[in-house]
């Protein structure tokens, strides 16, 4: 049985780095979507539906897709249930708290992804990693 281990990033080096140990850990399964990505697929049932699709809990999948949208980068791999234990601390270095990252954004109103919304702009990606810096 496999399963999907995903993390986001804020920034595309570390999860670059993050492909890199997958890589060394022996998956080459692996997709990695950025705000770039994640509009193009929003014709084909977008990264929402694709997460879903592979395992990712509808609430969770929207916490990504979201975070896609504000300029992170997702990385996320199939791997064997027995290999979860071994390969998802991989992806766990520089990775996004998605639990305290998405309380945040319900915080200030957000409630789930809309598709329809613009990717953030350079300007808003760096406002919004400044409101993280903390976390």
Same mark, same amino acid.
């Given at each position: 049985?496999?399963?999907?281990?995903?993390?986001?990033?804020?920034n595309y080096s570390d999860a670059q780095r993050?492909?890199?140990?997958?890589?060394?850990?022996?998956?080459?399964?692996?997709?990695?979507?950025?705000?770039v990505g994640a509009a193009a697929g929003a014709?084909?049932?977008?990264?929402? %539906?694709? =997460?879903?699709? /592979?395992? !990712? &809990? +509808?609430? @969770?999948?929207?916490?990504? *897709?979201?975070?896609?949208?504000?300029? %992170?980068? =997702?990385?996320? /791999?199939? !791997? &064997? +249930?027995? @290999?979860?234990?071994?390969? *998802?601390?991989?992806?766990?270095?520089?990775?996004?708290?998605?639990?305290?990252?998405?309380?945040?954004?319900?915080?200030?109103?957000?409630?789930?992804?809309?598709?329809?919304?613009?990717?953030?702009?350079?300007?808003?990606?760096?406002?919004?990693?400044?409101?993280?810096?903390?976390?």
């Amino acid at each position: 049985m496999t399963v999907t281990i995903s993390r986001l990033y804020d920034n595309y080096s570390d999860a670059q780095r993050a492909v890199e140990r997958l890589e060394a850990g022996g998956v080459h399964g692996w997709l990695a979507a950025t705000a770039v990505g994640a509009a193009a697929g929003a014709a084909t049932g977008g990264i929402v %539906g694709a =997460l879903t699709q /592979a395992g !990712v &809990s +509808e609430d @969770d999948a929207h916490s990504y *897709a979201e975070g896609i949208r504000r300029g %992170g980068t =997702l990385v996320s /791999a199939r !791997v &064997s +249930e027995s @290999d979860r234990s071994r390969l *998802a601390p991989l992806l766990d270095e520089s990775s996004v708290n998605m639990r305290d990252r998405t309380a945040a954004w319900q915080k200030a109103g957000w409630k789930s992804f809309d598709p329809t919304g613009q990717p953030y702009g350079a300007d808003e990606v760096r406002r919004e990693r400044q409101l993280y810096t903390g976390l």
